[in-house]
């Protein structure tokens, strides 16, 4: 009980100043209804600071709210209620701040929550009274929200500010420690559990107190002892690499007569599939695998790659890394196994290395092709075989057309297996003078359709062309097609309205990388270092010059590609003596645009960027 005498009194003022050795009594609603009936200046008025029907004993109260837990028992509705808390401020996900004591008053429980962040959504009050519970606490408030919740430990923020900082707040709750400092006695494994993936290490960092929980270090040669359930894993200077079995155990820590555990889970994986599970590529584009699995019982899904062990079979000089990038070696059959523990699934990997220009079809049988399409009067619409004198055939198609709107053509085959990683695809053909857009489709090792469209408008109309059609062209350009590619097909997207007319195609191709014309040199001297130079002139057009070393002997392979990642051409491959070697890159027929060169042996890789400019 406080008993003051009023100096004076103001009506419709906030934020007021708190006089030195005096205080200020604030009211508002029914509070201040009350001040100004009964208090004036001159007055004595004795004030009682109670939690009514609280429990007894209290000597100190801090604000929050609304209470969680009575007696054991969740009480946030009927609180909120009584408190003016809204329901909406219960039921979201927040940051939280809370305070409890068990049922006998031993043990005080403060909590954090983090919120608003990526890792974590908040809890709403139901969800934060049930964990307080949880972990022993019989009697339990919560106190704030937001920016302001932080947890301070030994002058250590130990959660995660949902601002990014310490937010300047004045209220705060603390627990002072009086107790005299002791010698090491208690130990703890600083963590309660883990679940953890096959083969994989954690750290295992295990904390000293003295008797009054005041922090100690543990010295080496203190006699720590760390042991585990049998077959589980094994300790090594702080980390602890589980086993490959599915099992679940503990490890121990003692020290003395103190001794604390960690509970283990090894999860389990399986059904892995590994995808994509028959690939092709050639000997300079790399690969992405992914593992498929399920965990612990539950549904399929993508697993990290890092989880598992790769291993290469047969992979003539390629290689893969922990996150499942395949690096290709020269031409051959590979095989790339994927392991969790006992279980395992196999890739099959065809690297083909292609050259030059090969036939896909020379389109001198229409037997096994159909001709389908949009808005087209069948009647006066087909395919036939007409006679052309070219390449090693002498027929080529005829498409006579009509149309009753916007239409468009699909001549369709079997589909067509097409060796290794094209750069282009090549097409003779002629049209009837109209803007038609012309298309290869394609299904990929997956069977996903893919189209890959030629440039500009398809109007040629006086004699056959050699229409090419780059496979950076690639519609859907997803980056998710895995070769072979399979030819499945022409698409014609005709000129606009009712039209009629023919079209003629003959002699489907591809090339392959490697059509723009290399110059190497070797200079004289042994490096002492593997480098990769930056090109000269940069900016070029059309002749630039790359320089790069070798300290020892080694496989080596130099190639140029675009900003979308496909392979322009190889430079240089194969097995070089150390030395110097200079390159002139002549560009040809390559268009403007930014490059990238890559100098890859089989310990080291480095990439530098150029740019041609015409």
């Known amino acids: 009980t406080v008993y003051a005498v009023i100096e004076s009194r103001e009506s419709g003022t906030g934020d007021m100043t708190i006089p030195g050795d005096k205080f200020v009594i604030s009211g508002h609603g029914t509070a201040q209804t009350f001040l100004n009936e009964h208090c004036g200046a001159g007055d004595t008025v004795k004030i009682v600071q109670r939690l009514e029907g609280g429990p007894s004993g209290l000597t100190q109260l ?48 403060f909590v954090v929550v983090d919120g608003r962040q990526d890792h974590s959504a908040g809890m709403s009050l139901y969800e934060l009274a049930d964990f307080m519970k949880y972990i022993g606490a019989s009697h339990a408030t919560n106190l704030d929200g937001g920016g302001s919740s932080t947890m301070t430990v030994r002058s250590e923020v130990k959660n995660v500010p949902s601002d990014g900082w310490e937010r300047i707040v004045a209220n705060a709750m603390m627990c002072v420690s009086t107790a005299p400092d002791g010698d090491l006695s208690l130990i703890q494994v600083e963590r309660d559990s883990i679940a953890v993936y096959k083969n994989n290490a954690f750290e295992l960092p295990v904390s000293g107190w003295d008797p009054y929980y005041n922090p100690r270090e543990i010295p080496s040669g203190s006699g720590l002892d760390i042991s585990c359930s049998e077959g589980l894993g094994v300790y090594d200077d702080g980390v602890f690499t589980v086993s490959s079995e599915d099992m679940d155990g503990f490890i121990y820590a003692s020290l003395e007569d103190s001794r604390d555990s960690m509970k283990v889970h090894i999860i389990d994986i399986d059904s892995l599939t590994l995808y994509p599970e028959a690939v092709v590529t050639d000997t300079i584009r790399p690969l992405d695998f992914y593992v498929y699995g399920c965990e612990d019982g539950g549904k399929k899904a993508l697993i990290d790659n890092r989880v598992f062990e790769f291993e290469l079979v047969n992979g003539h000089g390629a290689s893969i890394d922990e996150a499942g990038v395949f690096t290709p070696g020269s031409a051959g059959e590979a095989m790339l196994v994927v392991r969790y523990g006992a279980d395992a699934d196999t890739a099959y990997i065809s690297i083909e290395s292609g ?189 630039t010059t790359i320089t790069y070393s070798l300290k020892e002997a080694a496989e080596m392979r130099l190639f140029v590609f675009n900003i979308s990642g496909h392979l322009v051409t190889v430079l240089s491959e194969g097995y070089k003596e150390a030395g110097k070697y200079s390159v002139d890159f002549h560009s040809r027929s390559l268009p403007s645009g930014v490059y990238f060169y890559k100098l890859q042996t089989p310990g080291w890789s480095d990439t530098k960027k150029m740019l041609l400019i015409k």
């Open 62 to 109: 801090v604000g929050g709210g609304p209470r969680l837990l009575e007696n054991g028992t969740e009480i946030i509705a009927a609180a909120a209620a009584e408190e003016g808390v809204g329901t909406s401020f219960c039921t979201a996900r927040h940051p939280r701040t809370a305070v409890g004591f068990n049922a006998d008053s031993t043990v005080a429980y």
């Open 355 to 543: 050259s030059g220009e090969a036939v896909i079809t020379e389109l001198e049988d229409s037997a096994n092709w159909e001709l389908q399409g949009e808005n087209l009067d069948m009647e006066k619409t087909g395919l036939k075989l007409t006679d052309r004198e070219t390449g090693s055939g002498r027929k080529a198609f005829r498409i006579d057309y009509s149309t009753t709107d916007d239409g468009e053509i699909i001549l369709s085959t079997d589909p067509v297996t097409i060796y290794g990683v094209p750069s282009e695809f090549l097409i003779d053909a002629m049209s009837d003078g109209l803007n038609h857009r012309l298309y290869i489709v394609c299904e990929d090792a997956n069977g996903k359709e893919y189209k890959f469209k030629a440039p500009g408008f398809f109007n040629n109309s006086e004699a056959f062309v050699t229409k090419a059609i780059s496979t950076d062209a690639i519609i859907p350009g997803d980056g998710t097609e895995y070769y072979p590619m399979h030819l499945k097909g022409i698409y014609v997207d005709l000129a606009r309205g009712e039209q009629s007319g023919t079209l003629y195609f003959d002699r489907i191709r591809c090339t392959y990388p490697g059509w723009t014309e290399v110059e190497e040199r070797r200079q004289p001297g042994i490096p002492v270092r593997y480098e990769l130079d930056q090109n000269y002139p940069n900016p070029f057009n059309p002749v």
